[in-house]
């Protein structure tokens, strides 16, 4: 086969344009990338990143937690790996017919073979893609994006179709090397049109591999595929912080606060747009998108892109005047304000973007910038400045219910205790809450737990405050609390609200307090087993756990709120199809609690519906804000009657106490 005497110029003239639109449009995305000004250096702990990258960038992971999803996206990102090595021996015989790619001889065969394979696979994968968007239609991907996913979806088709042909091809011709290997393409030969001219469509199927896959190379960073490239850059660069930890703001050292603009964003935040398959997942997962707020989590991330792509020469020129911010062209305040936090979005991303964040941040811009914030949210945070919590109650009344229960502050005669029992604002102020308190301790007591409370000189730890974008009010309390705390020489704390022990675990040590925290569902689970307590009379009833999201999604504690459940005699465990790290926000994390729900459906009362369907008597919950969102969605629904609400603590106090 030679090539015709034109072939190799124009060959070369087309590689070299499809490279230089390629490395241009890269050159460009890295140039906005760096216009990113917020400093987020992860460079630290590179054995750890280089693992992200192997697991859940080549191995890809995450892209697993839907496994037959996972299942068509491993087929044809493997038969592009493998097809790599072809493209360059392909692209050769343009100028050299025949040419191999130097190899030890006894590993062309197994190559080819699974060059073949790959292809088969990748054929395999792209009709079950197509299926699933012409025929099954998910709603997480009836987006702008599905043209492009189809021209890419029919890129990949077209370049593996024509390099089976093309093999076929070679094998009419017989000048095909190690055909014994090539096991598709020879059953081909007799099966396809190459038979009729082998010569003629052994040009037409090399060009049209060719020029495929260099198209599809100067198209690929102009689309939404460009998540080839980006999505392993993103799983190196991985937050290996505490997932409940938001970043802190230097206060002192900086003058605006938040983000409005794109370029306020770090690097690897911009970097998420690049990196989004624009799957739908984080859209598909989050409660408030559910319940019909104005609220995608995927237009956070496109749009973050969008805008910087939009904007970018005015951006690297420093020319941004009168141009529209965030709130006009990534979303809604509405939308920002309708995030529970519940960290759904960026638990299922499979590429490692982080919504959370990039929605704080929008919300500290509103909320120190502006000074902007629902009124009811305003009204809780001046309540929390004057009493040290979001209910406004005095703050000496604190430890009030702990009255005749025997329990002595740190600042009194508590001084040995083992563990400080942090209560949190709704332990010690909301009066269902407080009976969970109450439980709590008379547990702690008749398993000999030497423990104490700071009554009045507790403060809420921030959670709130931090949430809602006021991270001025947050790090004024997380100081307080900490000197407190070191004051006092606290090593270990107990608490039974996930916000707080997210808060005092994760986030305080940004400000020096450093203490081994404990939620009360794994203090419960440890003296269980250590048998310290015995739950004796029957809970005779079914019993659904509901997740706090900041206890699960956020520190991966599901196992223990259910062993506490599971010791109770007779009781009848089930769970909602909704469950573990796949649970479903009560709708009050993310200050949402302090906030008016006018819009959609209410989150809890959607909750609520899962309850039901589970036939349960109980949701047993492990969170304050949970249970007073269940107990609230229960009573509004008329299932008051129908459905007891009650913390694990509650339930194991009643087996044990009789209470
Ligand atoms: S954190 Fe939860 S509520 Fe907020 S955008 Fe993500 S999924 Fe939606
Ligand atoms: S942000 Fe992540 S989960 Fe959401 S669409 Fe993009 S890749 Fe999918």
Same mark, same amino acid.
């Given at each position: 086969?030679?090539?015709?005497?034109?072939?190799?110029?124009?060959?070369?003239?087309?590689?070299?344009?499809?490279?230089?639109?390629?490395?241009?449009?890269?050159?460009?995305?890295?140039?906005?990338?760096?216009?990113?000004?917020?400093?987020?250096?992860?460079?630290?702990?590179?054995?750890?990143?280089?693992?992200?990258?192997?697991?859940?960038?080549?191995?890809?992971?995450?892209?697993?937690?839907?496994?037959?999803?996972?299942?068509?996206?491993?087929?044809?990102?493997?038969?592009?790996?493998?097809?790599?090595?072809?493209?360059?021996?392909?692209?050769?015989?343009?100028?050299?017919?025949?040419?191999?790619?130097?190899?030890?001889?006894?590993?062309?065969?197994?190559?080819?073979?699974?060059?073949?394979?790959?292809?088969?696979?990748?054929?395999?994968?792209?009709?079950?893609?197509?299926?699933?968007?012409? *025929?099954?239609?998910?709603?997480?991907?009836?987006?702008?994006? !599905?043209?492009? =996913?189809? &021209? +890419? $979806? /029919? @890129?990949?088709?077209?370049?593996?179709?024509?390099?089976?042909?093309?093999?076929?091809?070679?094998?009419?011709?017989?000048?095909?090397?190690?055909?014994?290997?090539?096991?598709?393409?020879?059953?081909?030969?007799?099966?396809?049109? *190459?038979?009729?001219?082998?010569?003629?469509?052994?040009?037409? !199927?090399?060009? =049209?591999? &060719? +020029? $495929? /896959? @260099?198209?599809?190379?100067?198209?690929?960073?102009?689309?939404?595929?460009?998540?080839?490239?980006?999505?392993?850059?993103?799983?190196?660069?991985?937050?290996?912080?505490?997932?409940?930890?938001?970043?802190?703001?230097?206060?002192?050292?900086?003058?605006?606060?938040?983000?409005?603009?794109?370029?306020?964003?770090?690097?690897?935040?911009? $970097?998420?747009?690049?990196?989004?398959?624009?799957?739908?997942?984080?859209?598909?997962?989050?409660?408030?998108?559910?319940?019909?707020?104005?609220?995608?989590?995927?237009?956070?991330?496109?749009?973050?892109?969008?805008?910087?792509?939009?904007?970018?020469?005015?951006?690297?020129?420093?020319?941004?005047?009168?141009?529209?911010?965030?709130?006009?062209?990534?979303?809604?305040?509405?939308?920002?304000?309708?995030?529970?936090?519940?960290?759904?979005?960026?638990?299922?991303?499979?590429?490692?973007?982080?919504?959370?964040?990039?929605?704080?941040?929008?919300?500290?811009?509103?909320?120190?910038?502006?000074?902007?914030?629902?009124?009811?949210?305003?009204?809780?945070?001046?309540?929390?400045?004057?009493?040290?919590?979001?209910?406004?109650?005095?703050?000496?009344?604190?430890?009030?219910?702990?009255?005749?229960?025997?329990?002595?502050?740190?600042?009194?005669?508590?001084?040995?205790?083992?563990?400080?029992?942090?209560?949190?604002?709704?332990?010690?102020?909301?009066?269902?809450?407080?009976?969970?308190?109450?439980?709590?301790?008379?547990?702690?007591?008749?398993?000999?737990?030497?423990?104490?409370?700071?009554?009045?000189?507790?403060?809420?730890?921030?959670?709130?405050?931090?949430?809602?974008?006021?991270?001025?009010?947050?790090?004024?309390?997380?100081?307080?609390?900490?000197?407190?705390?070191?004051?006092?020489?606290?090593?270990?704390?107990?608490?039974?609200?996930?916000?707080?022990?997210?808060?005092?675990?994760?986030?305080?040590?940004?400000?020096?307090?450093?203490?081994?925290?404990?939620?009360?569902?794994?203090?419960?689970?440890?003296?269980?087993?250590?048998?310290?307590?015995?739950?004796?009379?029957?809970?005779?009833?079914?019993?659904?756990?509901?997740?706090?999201?900041?206890?699960?999604?956020?520190?991966?504690?599901?196992?223990?709120?259910?062993?506490?459940?599971?010791?109770?005699?007779?009781?009848?465990?089930?769970?909602?199809?909704?469950?573990?790290?796949?649970?479903?926000?009560?709708?009050?994390?993310?200050?949402?609690?302090?906030?008016?729900?006018?819009?959609?459906?209410?989150?809890?009362?959607?909750?609520?519906?899962?309850?039901?369907?589970?036939?349960?008597?109980?949701?047993?919950?492990?969170?304050?804000?949970?249970?007073?969102?269940?107990?609230?969605?229960?009573?509004?629904?008329?299932?008051?009657?129908?459905?007891?609400?009650?913390?694990?603590?509650?339930?194991?106090?009643?087996?044990?106490?009789?209470?």
């Amino acid at each position: 086969m030679t090539p015709p005497f034109w072939l190799p110029a124009v060959l070369t003239i087309f590689l070299a344009v499809c490279i230089g639109i390629f490395l241009n449009r890269l050159a460009q995305i890295v140039g906005l990338l760096l216009a990113g000004r917020a400093k987020d250096a992860r460079w630290d702990h590179v054995g750890a990143r280089v693992r992200s990258l192997l697991v859940n960038g080549i191995l890809q992971a995450k892209v697993y937690r839907s496994a037959a999803v996972g299942l068509l996206h491993s087929f044809i990102f493997w038969a592009f790996v493998i097809l790599g090595v072809s493209i360059v021996e392909i692209t050769a015989q343009g100028y050299q017919p025949g040419w191999q790619i130097p190899l030890p001889p006894w590993l062309y065969g197994p190559l080819y073979f699974a060059e073949e394979l790959a292809a088969l696979l990748a054929i395999v994968g792209v009709g079950m893609a197509l299926f699933r968007r012409y *025929v099954l239609r998910p709603k997480k991907l009836m987006h702008e994006g !599905f043209r492009d =996913a189809t &021209v +890419v $979806l /029919l @890129f990949i088709l077209g370049i593996v179709t024509s390099l089976l042909l093309f093999n076929a091809s070679e094998q009419a011709l017989g000048i095909s090397h190690e055909s014994n290997w090539k096991v598709l393409s020879s059953l081909l030969v007799n099966a396809s049109i *190459v038979r009729t001219d082998p010569a003629f469509y052994w040009w037409v !199927f090399w060009g =049209a591999h &060719v +020029v $495929l /896959l @260099f198209s599809f190379l100067a198209y690929v960073l102009y689309s939404k595929h460009s998540h080839i490239v980006f999505a392993l850059v993103n799983s190196f660069f991985i937050d290996l912080e505490p997932k409940g930890a938001l970043k802190p703001i230097d206060l002192e050292h900086t003058e605006t606060f938040g983000a409005h603009r794109v370029e306020q964003f770090s690097l690897r935040s911009l $970097l998420d747009g690049f990196a989004c398959t624009e799957c739908g997942r984080c859209t598909d997962n989050c409660p408030a998108n559910a319940t019909g707020k104005p609220l995608d989590p995927m237009r956070i991330i496109t749009g973050v892109k969008d805008t910087l792509l939009a904007q970018g020469p005015a951006i690297v020129a420093a020319r941004t005047d009168g141009l529209p911010d965030m709130f006009q062209t990534v979303h809604t305040e509405d939308g920002i304000w309708a995030c529970t936090t519940c960290y759904a979005c960026v638990y299922e991303c499979p590429v490692f973007n982080e919504h959370v964040p990039k929605i704080v941040d929008m919300r500290r811009h509103m909320v120190l910038m502006e000074g902007k914030m629902p009124p009811e949210a305003q009204e809780t945070m001046r309540k929390i400045e004057q009493n040290y919590n979001p209910w406004g109650i005095g703050w000496d009344q604190r430890g009030k219910w702990a009255d005749g229960m025997d329990i002595p502050t740190l600042a009194d005669d508590g001084r040995d205790a083992e563990y400080l029992f942090w209560v949190g604002c709704a332990g010690s102020f909301d009066e269902r809450n407080r009976k969970v308190s109450q439980a709590f301790a008379r547990l702690m007591q008749k398993a000999g737990v030497k423990f104490a409370i700071l009554g009045p000189e507790e403060k809420c730890t921030g959670d709130p405050a931090r949430r809602i974008g006021n991270e001025y009010l947050f790090q004024t309390l997380a100081k307080e609390n900490v000197a407190t705390l070191n004051r006092h020489g606290v090593k270990k704390i107990v608490t039974a609200c996930p916000h707080c022990f997210n808060t005092l675990k994760n986030e305080y040590p940004q400000f020096g307090g450093n203490y081994e925290v404990i939620h009360h569902s794994q203090l419960l689970d440890e003296l269980l087993t250590a048998g310290r307590l015995k739950p004796s009379k029957p809970v005779a009833a079914k019993v659904t756990h509901h997740d706090s999201c900041y206890l699960g999604r956020y520190n991966d504690i599901y196992d223990e709120p259910r062993r506490v459940l599971e010791a109770l005699p007779q009781v009848q465990t089930v769970e909602m199809s909704r469950c573990r790290d796949k649970g479903f926000c009560c709708g009050a994390g993310g200050a949402r609690m302090w906030m008016e729900e006018t819009i959609g459906e209410k989150v809890n009362h959607r909750r609520l519906t899962h309850v039901m369907e589970t036939g349960a008597d109980i949701v047993a919950t492990a969170c304050p804000y949970c249970l007073i969102m269940m107990d609230d969605a229960a009573k509004t629904k008329d299932v008051d009657a129908k459905l007891s609400r009650a913390d694990i603590a509650e339930l194991l106090d009643r087996s044990i106490s009789g209470r």
